[in-house]
């Protein structure tokens, strides 16, 4: 069996279909990009939309109107630029010396940072995950999803570890957390926030959950645990409404858009791979390579384009004639000498279409032809006949064989259009 073959046609409409196909999966990708389910770490991303992930954070304060964006560029001054709030969650890449240099400052210069730290076996190359900022104590597994309540909701806010006072725990009757981590009671602070006065707003059994901390000109909102603005935590006890106290408390104060850093969670961002490919390309070391195969693509158009003379008209053929191929056939049996043979071509040929003319079947003898010719025209054709049947059977010279095809011919021609 032969492999598939297919016609031109068919191989077009092919290519059609396959570019369409390629075109429609792009748009719609650009269009309705996938949305990012999780990833193999649980990271409080608000691109995640399963349990650990804060996509519900994010698109409730999208609805209720603040400027809120994804930072997914290394901080630096140029990327804080026209940000109020940012939020900075367990930070799973750590961060430079350069970019904490930066982020201190300008939270001393007048803006707020919300952090929940990371927590790694940190190495000095890795960088800062801001857990030196803080002194924590693990109270459980690190793997271990069960939240702990802050007591019972008829207890007085004191006795549940709130800080009645404490304007972002305005209308917060219970909140809700991991039991994985807590700030420690005694000394909390650490790092640059050394020596700096820590306000706890929000304890439990286990230890500190939130600290509020003045720095600078700016403030410092540390969370424990990243469950409260998960996207499970946030639907538990008061938790949701803790995170629009903090954002409409801290947007007041500092206005400007509310960012979470998503770059420090393995979300940088890139440009579309093609577009990546080709600026790896025409920027390196291939650059000019590639600008010698565009300048050859277009000579080698320029070229197939250009016309190399006037141009000239289509030479036709002249239509042949009956004659010139007579003449040819003649010159060919003259040349081989086959005059009997012509003889007898001729005979046959002239013999059928007397037979036609006269009505009379092609094997009538010459007997019924010379009849019936003789009846139509009075024309005598036995004697020639008897000729013409001598010459195809024997040998005959090229005059006598013109002699007896002119004879033939003025009988065929008698009959057919009268003497």
Known sequence: ?????????????????LVTAVL????????????????????????????????????????????VTRLRRPIERETLGGIGVLFVLKPEIGLKDREVAVLESWVKEGHALVVVPGSSITLPQLGSFLEQW???????????ERTHPSVRKDQPASDRGLDAGEPLLAGIRQLTAGSGRRFRRDRPLGGPLAGLHASAFWRDELGTVGLRVKFGEGTVIALADAYPLSNVGISEADNGLLLGNIVRELSEHYPGRIAFDEYHL??????????????????????????????????????????????????????????????????????????????????????????????????????????????????????????????????????????????????????????
């Open 1 to 17: 069996m032969g492999p598939l073959q297919l016609s031109r046609a068919d191989r077009l409409l092919l290519g059609i279909v």
């Open 24 to 67: 429609v999966a792009l748009v719609t990708w650009l269009v309705l990009p996938p949305e990012k389910i999780g990833g193999m770490e649980k990271q409080p991303s608000t691109f995640f939309n399963v349990a650990y992930g804060t996509k519900a954070a994010y698109l409730v304060l999208e609805r209720l109107e603040y400027p």
């Open 134 to 144: 803080f002194h924590l104590a693990q109270t459980a597994s690190s793997d271990e």
């Open 266 to 419: 393995g979300f940088p961002q890139r440009d579309w791979s093609p577009v990546a490919m080709a600026k790896l390309i025409v920027t390196g070391q291939w650059r000019w390579a590639v600008a010698q195969t565009l300048l050859a693509g277009v000579l080698a158009l320029y070229a197939a384009g250009v016309r190399f003379g006037s141009p000239r008209d289509v030479a036709r053929a002249p239509r042949r004639q009956h004659r010139e191929f007579a003449e040819a056939a003649g010159r060919l049996l003259d040349e081989a000498g086959a005059a009997s043979l012509a003889a007898e071509t001729l005979y046959r040929y002239y013999r059928d279409r007397l037979c036609r003319l006269v009505h009379l079947e092609p094997e009538a003898d010459d007997r019924r032809l010379s009849q019936a010719v003789r009846d139509r025209s009075g024309q005598e054709i036995g004697a020639v006949l008897q000729q013409a049947r001598s010459a195809a059977s024997g040998p005959v010279s090229r005059q006598g064989l013109l002699t007896l095809t002119q004879k033939l011919h003025r009988v065929v021609e008698a009959l057919d259009h009268g003497p």
